[in-house]
């Protein structure tokens, strides 16, 4: 279980908040790059660690992230004109450009020439820097003064025909998300059927190590011969995973408030193009990725119909949910145990081994950042990291024998 205080220390990410503060000092995504396809093209609402924001390319393909309210009479600049390299809200006609800077007030054109450059630094619009990579728009939310490059997350370096990334609204804070992400022992059941022969061989060791780029879990199941099998997966801070799986996978969990996450997932392979085998499973919402409702970023299952649960299905035996694909199943129970789980009323068992210790770290991560302590994942080559399956010897500690196959400059097992 895990009190009240630490929970909320752990799940609250709006402004003011030690979580929200935490993950405004790394690079966020905030929509693909195609939903803002052109210059000038229409703005995009977008909400993102409990702040209402709007997206736009500009005249000359700059992007930028303000927030939604202009500073004058604070009417949504959602509404607003994208023209001549600045977004003009419609109420007053004040323009502003992608670093918030007023730019046009053409409402009180009886004011000097001094008066007017006085008052439009007074009306700078609050802005968020952005980048593109990986054909996603990232945003930087916190001090100036500390922000990071931004990291080598492997799939955002690889051109657009070796990868595949799709997203979808979670309807659950994020935490939920990530922890469901790092556990193991769901994917015997959860993502199973009644005859997986898997349910028989249950992992019996589970090590978290905390690293220079967030953390490693591995899963251990020990074998007769005296060899260990595990299975890594990495957590690249604060919210992304990189999954053990062929092709390569990854998650990244956004907070869009307490109670909401956009979850993104990306297939991807490091050396050559994704086939349309690679993504068939992926392309028929049966992997991680689920069918959205065209035009959104909701799931066609989603919480509202129960997730289209087949009972037939799951009284079959060939499916252990009778939810259609790993991401459906994944977010069905995630959302199910509330918004907000409550960690209090939870029993926890020795197959939580590796929750407990994930959710240790990430309270000592707060520790470390309010005492002005480094945070992982600041050095971009940090992240040139890996998930994989490898084997090691009975007696081997995890922390040394997986130095070998995380790096990515060193051969990966799973490969």
């Known amino acids: 279980m895990l009190p009240h205080d630490e929970n909320d220390l752990l799940t609250r990410v709006g402004p003011g908040t030690a979580m929200g503060a ?70 007053h006609g004040i323009k502003f450009d992608v670093d918030g800077n007023c730019v046009d007030l053409p409402c009180v054109p009886q004011m000097s020439d001094a008066r007017r450059a006085n008052v439009q630094k007074q009306l700078n619009a609050k802005s968020y820097p952005c980048l593109e990579r990986g054909d996603v728009v990232w945003t930087y939310m916190g001090p100036a003064e500390h922000k990071p490059k931004f990291p080598e997350l492997e799939w955002t370096l690889l051109p657009a025909s070796q990868r595949y990334a799709t997203r979808h609204i979670q309807e659950c804070n994020w935490l939920q998300a990530l922890e469901g992400g790092f556990d193991a022992t769901h994917l015997t059941f959860l993502h199973g059927g009644e005859s997986d022969a898997s349910r028989k061989i249950v992992a019996t060791l589970y090590e978290v190590i905390p690293t220079d780029f967030g953390f490693v879990v591995g899963t251990g199941r020990e074998r007769n011969d005296g060899i260990v099998m595990w299975n890594m997966n990495v957590m690249l801070s604060p919210f992304h995973k990189i999954i053990s799986s062929l092709p390569h996978a990854a998650h990244v969990w956004a907070p869009i408030d307490d109670e909401t996450t956009m979850l993104y997932s990306v297939d991807f392979h490091p050396s050559r193009p994704l086939t349309e085998q690679d993504l068939a499973r992926s392309k028929a919402g049966l992997g991680i990725h689920t069918e959205n409702i065209p035009g959104t970023d909701r799931a066609v299952r989603n919480r509202s119909n129960d997730y289209l649960i087949d009972r037939a299905l799951q009284a079959s035996g060939a499916s252990y949910t009778g939810m259609k694909g790993f991401g459906t199943q994944d977010c069905g129970i995630q959302e199910s145990m509330g918004p907000i789980a409550d960690r209090s009323r939870e029993h926890l068992l020795a197959c939580d081994a590796a929750i407990v210790k994930i959710r240790r770290l990430l309270l000592q991560m707060l520790k470390d950042h309010a005492a002005g302590k480094p945070l992982p994942g600041m050095n971009p080559a940090s992240y040139r990291v890996r998930s994989g399956r490898f084997e090691a010897k009975n007696g081997i500690p995890f922390a040394e024998a997986m130095e070998q196959y995380v790096r990515r400059d060193t051969p990966i097992a799973a490969e």
């Not at 210059?39 to 997206?55: A, K, Y």
């Open 22 to 91: 935490l993950m405004r000092r790394y690079w966020i995504p905030v929509a693909f790059s195609q939903a803002i396809a052109k210059p000038d093209s229409v703005p995009v609402r977008v909400r993102l660690l409990g702040e209402n924001l709007v997206l736009f390319r500009d005249t000359q393909g700059r992007v930028g992230l303000l927030d939604e309210k202009c500073p004058h009479r604070t009417a949504s600049l959602f509404f607003g004109r994208n023209e001549e390299s600045g977004l003009r809200c419609v109420y």
